[in-house]
């Protein structure tokens, strides 16, 4: 079993910032791609920032430039750094890993998600 789980979420002004960490523990042989997607109420989830196991970067356009994702390999967390927060970022924050397990089961696992609230 792999879990992921989620902290840094919370309410912040318009213009500030929050940093959302994900880690991920179970039976992991190998964290491929790891991510953050968002949902707002009323939308579809939606791809927030992508990273790849050797550092390679993906973000929406609307986050790129103020958002930042990293991870540490060793210890299988992946971080959002959110800078220059606008009110449209509100939403659930969820983290996302494409985990190849220690029975050599690959698949995609989801963290429970973690608030975000920008008010202007």
């Known amino acids: 079993q792999v879990q992921l789980e989620e902290s840094g979420g919370g309410l912040v002004q318009a213009g500030g910032s929050l940093r959302l960490s994900c880690a991920a523990s179970?039976?992991?042989?190998?964290?491929?791609?790891m991510g953050w997607y968002r949902q707002a109420p009323g939308k579809q989830r939606e791809l927030v920032a992508t990273?790849?196991?050797?550092?390679?970067?993906n973000y929406a356009d609307s986050v790129e430039g103020r958002f930042t994702i990293s991870r540490d390999n060793a210890k299988n967390t992946v971080d959002l750094q959110m800078n220059s927060l606008k009110p449209e970022d509100t939403a659930v924050y969820y983290c996302?890993?494409?985990?190849?397990?220690?029975?050599?089961?690959?698949?995609?696992?989801w963290g429970q998600g973690t608030q975000v609230t920008v008010s202007s």
């Open positions: 990273i790849s196991t050797f550092g390679i970067t």
């Open positions: 996302n890993a494409n985990i190849l397990s220690i029975g050599r089961q690959r698949r995609d696992y």
């Open positions: 179970g039976s992991i042989f190998v964290a491929n791609a």
